[in-house]
């Protein structure tokens, strides 16, 4: 009996409009830990009233940190794994990860032929929805909040074969976004999954010696 490969985790870039899968960038290994911050949007704590100490804004706000590992030599090896063009090392995979935070040539020359054009109400370039992937029950529309690269070895063309990346992400909720949007339904079936598990924990007052005075 063959034992089944891992699942991996990684992320999945949107076209933010249709949806549409654009490109999917698995980690090459998955991280050996990931820091996550969960930070309540409360009422009473800004207003300083007392009667509004319970109350919540919103979803909290949730902030993932994931240190990456890549190296081209074992993308290479690896059939799981595309590799990368012959003689590029990690920099096709880096570029794929970049171009998430970056308006592309085509964006940046539209905007620059409107504005030459005279119109001065010019809308901001849409980036992709980037979608978080850490297992099934954890896929989450974020915002890319920083790329923290670091770069460790080099082949003969300076070409990066082994890299370090730090990616820092916020989940996009139905405040950010709307109920309407692709990522306000990500957000939604993520946050009923979570308190499905949630209701899966069942213990007694006893358990703690609550006695409810």
């Known amino acids: ?53 319970l109350r919540l804004r919103g979803p909290a706000r949730e902030t993932f940190r994931i ?10 090896a690896s059939k799981a794994t595309q590799a990368p063009p012959t003689g590029s090392g990690l920099s096709a995979t880096l570029a794929a990860l970049e171009s998430a935070v970056t308006p592309t040539s085509a964006q940046l020359t539209r905007q620059n032929d409107l504005a030459g054009r005279g119109i001065l109400e010019i809308a901001p370039v849409q980036a992709p929805l980037s979608v978080l992937v850490l297992g099934t029950r954890r896929v989450l529309p974020v915002r890319m909040l920083d790329i923290d690269v670091t770069e460790e070895a080099y082949d003969g063309e300076l070409n990066p074969i082994r890299a370090r990346v730090t990616l820092t992400v916020r989940v996009l909720t139905v405040d950010d976004v ?23 924990v069942a213990n007694g007052p006893a358990t703690v010696g609550y006695t409810g005075g």
């Open 1 to 53: 009996m063959t034992t089944p490969a891992p699942r991996r985790g990684g992320f999945v870039f949107l076209d933010p409009e249709q949806g549409q899968v654009l490109r999917v960038m698995p980690f090459q290994y998955n991280p050996d830990s990931i820091s996550r911050t969960v930070q309540p949007r409360g009422v009473g704590a800004d207003a300083g009233d007392r009667l509004e100490a």
């Open 67 to 76: 240190d990456a590992e890549f190296d081209a030599v074992d993308q290479l």
């Open 178 to 200: 709307g109920f309407g949007h692709k990522a306000g339904g990500l957000y939604l079936q993520y946050q009923q999954g979570r308190e499905r598990l949630a209701a899966t």
